[in-house]
C-alpha cells in the first residue's frame, strides 16, 4: 500500500537550515509528485511546496527564497531543505503524494491523497 | 493568491446528529476542492476531492456538495470517531487550505 515516512531533526537553532526526508513506498516518484504541507502546533495547514514526477518543482511564494526540493528516485526519497529558520518556522512537517483527479480548462487537479505521519521540528536557541 | 474561508470555527453536535461545515473560496475554484479529516496527532486524510467524489473508503455519510466559490461538507448520523477537526483546500491554483474547523462531542 501506499506509504510516506518523513525523518528529520527535531530541535533547530535559528538561523539553521534544515532538512527533512521523505521516504515513500508503494508507488514510484517517476508517477506521482510529492508535496510539503506544514502545520504550526494547533494552527491551520500551509502548502510550501512540490516536486512533480519530471523533477520539475513549484514553491510558495512565501519561502521560495529559502526552500528547495529535491529527489533520489533510486532510493524513492525526497528531500526539503530550508535555510534561515525562525522561531515561527516550528511545526509539523508532512509530506503527501499528489493524486490526478482531473482538470478544467488549463488547470489541472492534483489532490493529496495519502500522507506520511510528520515530523515535528522545533526552532529554538 | 486563493484565500479560504471556512465555517465555523468549532462545532459541538450530538451523536446521530447531521452536520455542515462550509467553506468559502476568494474566487471560482471550478470544483477544485477537497475536505481533509485530522484527528489529534495524526495526519490529515482525505475525505471528498473535486467538491463531491468520495474518496476510497470513506463511509458514505460524508458527502460533499458546492460550486464556483460555496462549499460544504455534510456528516449524515455523527459518530464517535468522526470526532475531529476538518480542513477545506482548493487545488485549482496550487494549493491553499482553510483555517480548519474542530468538531467536538456535546
Known amino acids: 500500500q501506499v506509504q510516506l515516512e518523513e525523518s528529520g531533526p527535531g530541535l533547530m537553532q535559528p538561523s539553521e537550515t534544515l532538512s527533512l526526508t521523505c521516504t515513500v513506498s508503494?508507488?514510484?516518484?517517476?508517477?506521482?509528485?510529492v508535496g510539503w504541507v506544514r502545520q504550526p502546533l494547533g494552527k491551520g495547514l500551509v502548502w510550501m511546496g512540490t516536486?512533480?514526477?519530471?523533477?520539475?518543482?513549484n514553491y510558495n511564494s512565501a519561502v521560495q527564497s529559502r526552500l528547495s526540493i529535491s529527489r533520489d528516485t533510486s532510493k524513492s526519497q525526497v528531500f526539503l531543505k530550508m535555510n534561515s529558520l525562525q522561531p515561527e518556522d516550528t511545526g509539523t512537517y508532512y509530506c503527501?503524494?499528489?493524486?490526478?483527479?482531473?482538470?478544467?480548462?488549463?488547470?489541472?487537479?492534483?489532490?493529496?491523497?495519502?500522507w506520511g505521519q510528520g515530523a515535528s521540528v522545533t526552532v529554538s536557541s | 493568491d486563493i484565500q479560504m474561508t471556512q465555517s465555523p470555527a468549532s462545532l459541538s453536535a450530538s451523536l446521530g446528529e447531521t452536520v455542515t461545515i462550509e467553506c468559502r473560496a476568494s474566487e471560482d475554484i471550478y470544483n477544485g476542492l477537497a475536505w481533509y479529516q485530522q484527528k489529534p496527532g495524526k495526519s490529515p486524510q482525505l475525505l471528498i476531492y473535486?467538491?463531491?467524489s468520495l474518496h476510497t473508503g470513506v463511509p458514505s455519510r460524508f458527502s460533499g456538495s458546492g460550486s464556483g466559490t460555496q462549499y460544504s461538507l455534510k456528516i449524515n448520523s455523527l459518530q464517535s470517531e468522526d470526532v475531529a477537526s476538518y480542513f477545506c483546500?482548493?487545488?485549482?491554483?496550487?494549493?491553499?487550505f482553510g483555517g480548519g474547523t474542530k468538531l467536538e462531542l456535546k
Open positions: 508503494g508507488f514510484s516518484l517517476t508517477s506521482n509528485g
Open positions: 483546500q482548493q487545488y485549482y491554483d496550487y494549493w491553499t
Open positions: 503527501a503524494r499528489h493524486a490526478d483527479r482531473g482538470y478544467y480548462g488549463y488547470n489541472y487537479y492534483y489532490v493529496m491523497d495519502a
Open positions: 473535486n467538491a463531491n
Open positions: 516536486i512533480w514526477a519530471g523533477g520539475s518543482t
